[in-house]
């Protein structure tokens, strides 16, 4: 009986993909294209850990709320830290999407980074499960960003694609339908925020919060100079840390690649030593395609050139880097029999 509830169920659902990223979570629909794009973000009563907000408006409250009360990123590094507030969160998306359709129980293409344990891949299969859906299945970070970007991964050619999100930048080397070789660097968008926090504070003795330093990032973040005339800047407010009073300051772009420097340097250094491990035949090929960038991190300034140059290859930023990884998931939906072959399954030995 369960399984006929199951079957009946799956006949009135639409599939769904989710990127479920450390900064934001993303949900498409088959034939529909995305329909979801909100803040990893939740805010708790930190009392009864009931949950007050999710997404753009939790992300609204950050550094703003009352006394017994926070805001919590339930997903670290691209991995679920906070299992009962993920499956929560993920329930009321869930809702969102589903436009209240009862017997809807969707099947489910989630997508995870390419270091995640087979613990943390089982967690997040659970956690759809537990949310909602009927079926879940897992796809690698890059080879969704692969495909996303229009590249046949099935080809007996290599394809390095270099994803900077926001808690981890994923790079790998792609060949008939397999990763060849991969890392998952904890060293992305959250850091880069970090490390403007950290930047400002010790050059103007401002304090400012991770969402402003968010924002001058989106707004003039770069990782190469400009030249003088193209050296814009953003006013922004903070608390001096000498008299504990608020301030005004001015941030340049060519502040924020003084900033980023030795981060953007730590990507590029584990880029080459992926190319270092890679076989001759695949490194042979990236070295005629160069490598492909996606992921909010593209966004950058600069940042392809500052890569060519640090490794003499072509370097190609896709045309739609922050959607990239979603929108290989919708290619997943829509031609689901070709690519389950590469998908993780709860009966996958992972």
């Known amino acids: 009986m369960k399984n006929f509830f199951r079957t009946v169920r799956g006949i009135f659902s639409e599939d769904l993909g989710i990127d479920l990223g450390t900064s934001n979570t ?3 629909v088959k034939n529909k ?6 803040p990893s973000i939740v805010a708790v009563n930190s009392k009864t850990k009931e949950i007050v907000e999710i997404g753009e408006r939790a992300k609204q409250m950050m550094g703003r709320l009352p006394v017994n009360f926070e805001t919590i990123r339930p997903l670290q590094n ?4 906070e299992y009962e507030i993920t499956e929560k969160m993920l329930r009321i998306f869930f809702k969102k999407v589903k436009h209240n359709n009862l017997f809807s129980s969707p099947r489910v293409i989630i997508c995870v980074p390419a270091g995640v344990t087979p613990v943390e891949k089982r967690a997040v299969i659970e956690v759809t499960i537990e949310a909602g859906a ?33 808690g981890t930048t994923e ?18 968008g959250d850091k880069f925020d970090a490390t403007i ?10 304090l400012i919060g991770i969402k402003t330093a968010e924002d001058i990032k989106k707004q003039i973040g770069a990782v190469m100079d400009q030249g003088e005339n193209d050296d814009v800047y953003v006013e922004i407010s903070g608390r001096s840390v000498l008299n504990g009073l608020p301030k005004n300051v001015q941030v340049y772009s060519s502040e924020i690649v003084e900033a980023l420097s030795d981060i953007i340097q730590q990507i590029v250094e584990e880029i080459k030593v992926i190319l270092e491990r890679t076989p001759p035949e695949l490194a042979s090929d990236i070295k005629k395609k160069g490598i492909f960038i996606t992921g909010g991190g593209a966004l950058l300034n600069g940042i392809d050139k500052k890569i060519s140059e640090s490794l003499n290859l072509k370097v190609t930023i896709s045309d739609d880097p922050l959607n990239a990884v979603i929108n290989g998931i919708n290619v997943l939906l829509k031609e689901f029999s070709r690519y389950s072959k590469i998908l993780i399954s709860p009966e996958t030995d992972y």
């Open 26 to 28: 993303l949900i498409c």
């Open 33 to 38: 294209g995305i329909i979801l794009n909100e």
């Open 78 to 81: 691209g991995v679920i830290s």
């Open 134 to 166: 009927r079926e879940a299945y897992l796809i690698e970070e890059p080879m969704a960003a692969a495909i996303g970007i229009g590249l046949d991964i099935f080809e007996p050619e290599g394809h390095m694609i270099v994803d900077i999100g926001g």
């Open 171 to 188: 790079i790998a080397v792609l060949s008939l339908g397999g990763i060849v070789e991969k890392s998952s660097f904890k060293v992305a």
């Open 197 to 206: 926090v950290d930047f400002i504070r010790q050059k103007d003795s401002l």
